[in-house]
């Protein structure tokens, strides 16, 4: 039976969330926050790892301020109000994406997250912020070129493993499953984690992500149990 080692999660839908019950955009990811400590509560039972999930590409920096405003306020209070449970719970908090928009008080907020939670080991959750995999690949090849003019690493040397060493994930296996809520229109990866996904299993969901339910993700990994996994034999 196939186990998930590392699972990703698209969380999608939590404006037409909003939109469907007559409320404000910021209510639905007020909503989303919620269903994402449930979600890692369901990881931990579950015996998974890693969880990521993306919570704020690179395009999603388009939105109005007041919005990401919103966001960014939000991510905030989480980390304040919710970093006991993490401890408590052993979950070791990580950030990945490009961290150049932050302000100070949202970098010191996350940075003071991933070194309180360092230490914990029961599930290793990371949170993709200002993300894209075309910019983490495009960094992650900026880095590994400054290292070959520098002479820290050689052409020759340069392996798929040295290569994902440089990536926002380094030290953590490939995606088994990704989970995606939102609708059977949203089929699609929208820039979510290329490289580790590339034979990860997809499982879409009908469900808009604040409604998603302890329910459809055991469907989710019963679906994954399910599939033969050939991984490209």
């Known amino acids: 039976m196939n186990e998930i ?75 304040n109000e919710k970093l006991s449970r993490c401890l408590e719970n052993d979950i070791n908090i990580r950030v990945i994406g ?44 900026k880095r590994l070129a400054g290292d070959v003019a520098a002479n820290r690493q050689t052409i020759e040397g340069i392996s798929e493993a040295v290569f994902e060493s440089y990536l926002d994930t380094a030290g953590i296996p490939d995606v088994d499953l990704v989970i995606r809520t939102g609708g059977i229109e949203n089929r699609r990866l929208s820039n979510f984690l290329p490289w580790q996904t590339v034979y990860a299993e997809l499982y879409f969901s009908d469900l808009l992500w604040p ?3 302890k329910d459809e993700f055991d469907r989710a990994l019963e679906y994954y149990r399910s599939v033969k996994r050939k991984l490209g034999k």
């Open 98 to 141: 490009e961290r150049g928009k932050f302000s100070k008080k949202t970098l010191k907020v996350i940075e003071d997250a991933e070194n309180r939670t360092s230490k914990c080991q029961k599930l290793h959750v990371q949170i993709a912020l200002s993300y894209g995999g075309r910019d983490e690949i495009i960094r992650a090849v």
């Open 5 to 79: 080692k590392h699972l990703g999660v698209i969380m999608d839908g939590n404006r037409r969330w909003a939109e469907n019950n007559n409320l404000q955009s910021f209510q639905g990811h007020d909503k989303g926050a919620d269903t994402f400590v449930d979600l890692c509560d369901w990881c931990g039972h579950a015996g998974i790892d890693y969880l990521t999930v993306y919570a704020f590409s690179t395009e999603n920096w388009k939105r109005s301020q007041e919005e990401v405003l919103h966001i960014f306020g939000l991510l905030e209070r989480f980390f």
């Open 211 to 213: 409604e998603f339910s």
